[in-house]
């Protein structure tokens, strides 16, 4: 079941600390630590507070109330696929690897994980994530993995950073953060529906929907005390047709 | 001065047509042999490429691309990137736009912090601003984009930049070698580097406001933009790199949207959002 979410509260802190403390870390030889060294390395690189504003403003509310309404996502039909190209294994893309998808009968205009990149991005960007609202994202690829994503992850900011933690991942199954052993990203079991809160609405995103609203209507005609879960396409052409969402709605062009 | 809007319509709907023809398109830019025309191709076969959900045909031909009610008189919003990172240079035996990712050893060698190359950041700004509704209703008027080494670029409004980096980072390159881009077979500018002072194209009665995490002035963006005046223009300048403040002497306005410190195009995604709900575009 979920923790209280103080011990995230926690974590987030610790891993502040890091950002002080950058050189050491790199002496660190362990690959896994040199790719969660990388997230950190890119959260610097994010607009930081100063350190007197930081200071002043906690990472997360400390008021915060276990029993309010949380969001999840779900990214759908995510190109996220590792091939041997060469003599390396890698996350296809349509930019780098064009001629080896052709040779192989594949459309390269398909592969494209640079969208569930700047979909994270997107979302664990948002001040929701950072007021801890966002209780996990979930990312199903086109071929069926699923994978867990923690909110309080910091994911590559580049796309070459971020394919070669996704690589990782898909290689090794997990994703842990320095000398811990909890897991920022993990592939998990189908199907998504048994991670997902019993009193919650699940709501698919289409720009065919007959449905047009305005999402500040929507969101205003749901009970305050429900959780929501959104699904969203992360492809580049197509529709997401799953059997768990209620609801389809046009929210923009 | 501006065109009317009517013009601007045409041409995004001769930009639409293409999705009908994508192996038409993909033939034709294999056997034209201009660098130029290859460039902007890419932008076009990037359209197709929309991580949206293209459309069926039936959809499509419901909706005009352009609203024709459109008014020219209404308010418009520009935006201003402001300290950019792009900056070529020659790495090996090519010029190249320089990145953190790709080229930190060269950067590294020559006495820089490969952390202040952020080009993806201007990338994903521009995606921001391009992609929303609100543009797509037409009322975004033109962004402009100052590097860090204060070139001037102009990015017009119906431009489809390309979607990854890669394509990206080579449009800017030849932007910044060529001065300007422009689209097939047409004398039309896409982008183009102009003179500064940015203020010399600014509507004159219009609002500039920069935007700051580190300002005193922490806002609601849907009740900031409602206590402006309806019929005025809107300058909204945000900072495209990865640390640091913006100080320019044209923005009247400081404020902070945000309790939390926000990426670049997290901050746009809410300011296009507060507009589109001033403004009624769904």
């Known amino acids: 079941m979920t923790r209280p979410y103080g011990v ?9 600390e890091p950002k002080y403390d950058e050189e050491d870390q790199e002496t ?18 994010q607009q930081t507070p100063e350190g007197d504003e930081l200071s002043g403003i906690p990472i997360t509310p400390s008021e915060n109330n276990t029993n309010k309404p ?5 990214l759908e039909k995510a190109s996220l696929e590792v091939a041997k ?7 296809l893309n349509s930019d780098d690897h064009a001629n080896f998808l052709r040779k192989n009968n594949k459309n390269p205009g398909d592969y494209r994980p640079d969208i569930t990149h700047q979909s994270l991005l997107s979302i664990l960007d948002s001040p929701l994530n950072k007021a801890g609202r966002l209780r996990s994202v979930y990312i199903r690829t086109e071929k069926g993995v699923l994978i867990e994503v923690k909110p ?16 990782e991942l898909l290689q090794k199954l997990s994703i842990s953060a320095v000398g811990k052993r909890e897991k920022l990203l993990r592939t998990i079991k189908n199907p998504v529906t048994q991670y997902l809160p019993i009193n919650s609405r699940k709501i698919g995103l289409s720009y065919s929907s007959e449905k047009l609203v305005d999402m500040d209507d929507y969101v205003s005609t749901v009970p305050s005390n429900m959780d929501l879960v959104f699904v969203v396409g992360a492809m580049a052409h197509g529709k997401i047709e799953t059997d768990y969402t209620e609801d389809y709605v046009a929210s923009v062009y």
């Not at 309080?152 to 690589?167: D, E, H, Q, S």
């Open 152 to 167: 309080f992850v910091r994911i590559p900011r580049t796309f070459k950073r971020f394919a070669g933690v996704m690589l």
């Open 85 to 91: 190209v060469g003599k390396t294994y890698q996350l």
């Open 70 to 74: 949380n969001v999840i996502f779900i």
């Open 28 to 45: 660190q030889p362990k690959k896994a630590v040199v790719e969660v060294e990388h997230n950190k390395e890119e959260e610097q690189q």
């Open 8 to 16: 995230k509260g926690g974590r987030k802190r610790k891993h502040a």
